[in-house]
């Protein structure tokens, strides 16, 4: 027979069941293609990036992509060089921008098509709580840097380049690079 105690125990194991079947579905499908590697970022945050970046700085006439000139690979690296309070914090940022979008688009950030992905951003950063739309001008701010101080992007928008021809990266630039090649196996 049927009593409260075993209903209420049977309801919130498929509540807990269900909860965690979700939470694991939308764990699942991240992947970043071979020779993009994640060191600042987890594999996860990275495939997020990737599709911030896709979004927002596409492949325009006279202009390169910025998974091309690998912009997602230099947040990585930013995120990487930063002090750990600071990198759990663009982390986290990354991970709310993937979910947000859920409940108004239907799907996370990284899954929307990417005219539907540039929609959820703009309606982040316009009319989402505040915190969300900082977030997400953070990023927005960082793609567009590491897009536009590519040499490829120069000759596009009229910019004949640095007045100091021989650049000189900072340290954590060049180890950054070092175990990047490392890590790909270079």
Same mark, same amino acid.
């Given at each position: 027979?049927?009593?409260? /105690? ?8 498929? &509540? ?19 020779? =993009? ?31 091309? &000139? ?5 947040? =990585?690296?930013?995120? #990487?060089?930063?002090?750990? =309070? ?21 799907? /996370? ?5 990417? =005219? ?6 703009? @309606? ?22 590491? @897009? ?5 992007? #120069? ?7 640095? #007045? ?23």
């Amino acid at each position: 027979m049927l009593n409260r /105690r075993t209903l209420l125990f049977g309801l919130g194991g498929a &509540l807990v069941l269900g909860c965690a079947g979700a939470a694991g579905r939308l764990s699942m499908g991240y992947a970043v293609p071979a020779g =993009d590697v994640p060191l600042g970022l987890s594999a996860r945050e990275l495939a997020i990036v990737r599709a911030i970046v896709e979004a927002l700085c596409p492949e325009e006439e006279g202009l390169p992509g910025g998974l091309a &000139l690998g912009v997602h690979q230099r947040i =990585d690296e930013e995120v #990487w060089s930063m002090p750990a =309070d600071l990198a759990d914090d663009v982390r986290s940022a990354i991970s709310a921008l993937e979910l947000i979008p859920l409940a108004r688009f239907g799907s /996370r950030l990284s899954r929307l098509p990417v =005219d539907r992905r540039v929609e959820a951003f703009e @309606w982040m950063l316009a009319r989402a709580p505040r915190v969300v739309g900082q977030a997400a001008n953070a990023l927005k701010q960082m793609c567009g840097l590491f @897009w536009y101080t590519r040499d490829e992007t #120069w000759a596009a928008i009229g910019y004949d380049g640095p #007045w100091v021809k021989t650049p000189r990266p900072p340290p954590s630039s060049v180890a950054y690079a070092a175990l990047l090649a490392e890590r790909r196996g270079a």
